[in-house]
T-cell receptor
């Protein structure tokens, strides 16, 4: 599986936008980029995924670099409930067709 | 049905005992996954099923671990002769193989081997 690199931790203030970066320089042409998050004492939660184009949903936006070697998860207005570990994952396929390999993720702290 | 259910939520067992965990996926989901997560790490893939067929097992899944999904509905994960190193959160997830909705995870079973 191609690997991703994320910062260990980031901080944000409530109601401000948050940009969570992910580097995936060895991504292949068929790899999808997935984001999950894990709140304390819960299982991971699907956030968003994409292949080449930027994607938006009710939770977040995913901005994918033109060369696909990096991507950014954007939370438009952070709330205290967004404090979680965010995982950037590559898979050979979209949606849930392939197993996901999680790294350590980025711990996001949201300050009131 | 509102999500993936796992039972029990917590299990404390003595080293050497056998334990079994249960996962009830979302009813229309045909894929079911087991992951294990230790403190400070991301979840590690163990195995997955499509309907009742077990399609892949990680090399992390030693001979002491066995998973079943009879009739393609709920699944069980059994650990025989537990060791302290088995202490972890065991997570179950389900999905529909043909749709792009991602996985839905349960809240996990936390196993402590003493």
């Amino acid at each position: 599986d191609a690997k991703t690199t994320q910062p260990n931790s980031m901080e944000s203030n409530e109601e401000e936008p948050v940009h969570l970066p992910c580097n995936h320089s060895t991504i292949s042409g068929t790899d999808y980029i997935h984001w999950y998050r894990q709140l304390p004492s819960q299982g991971p939660e699907y956030v968003i995924h994409g292949l080449t184009s930027n994607v938006n949903n009710r939770m977040a936006s995913l901005a994918i670099a033109e060369d696909r070697k990096s991507s950014t998860l954007i939370l438009h207005r952070a709330t205290l409930r967004d404090a979680a570990v965010y995982y950037c994952i590559l898979s050979q396929g979209g949606g849930s067709n392939y197993k996901l390999t999680f790294g350590k993720g980025t711990l996001l702290t949201v300050n009131p | 049905d509102t999500g993936v259910s796992q039972d029990p939520r917590h299990k404390i067992t003595k080293r050497g005992q056998n334990v079994t965990f249960r996962c009830d996926p979302i009813s229309e989901h045909n894929r079911l996954y087991w992951y294990r997560q230790t403190l400070g790490q991301g979840p590690e893939f163990l195995t997955y099923f499509q309907n009742e067929a077990q399609l892949e097992k990680s090399r992390l899944l030693s001979d002491r671990f066995s998973a079943e999904r009879p009739k393609g509905s709920f699944s069980t994960l059994e650990i025989q002769r537990t060791e302290q190193g088995d202490s972890a959160m065991y997570l179950c997830a389900s999905s529909i193989a043909t749709l792009n909705y991602g996985y839905t995870f349960g809240s996990g079973t936390r196993l402590t081997v003493v």
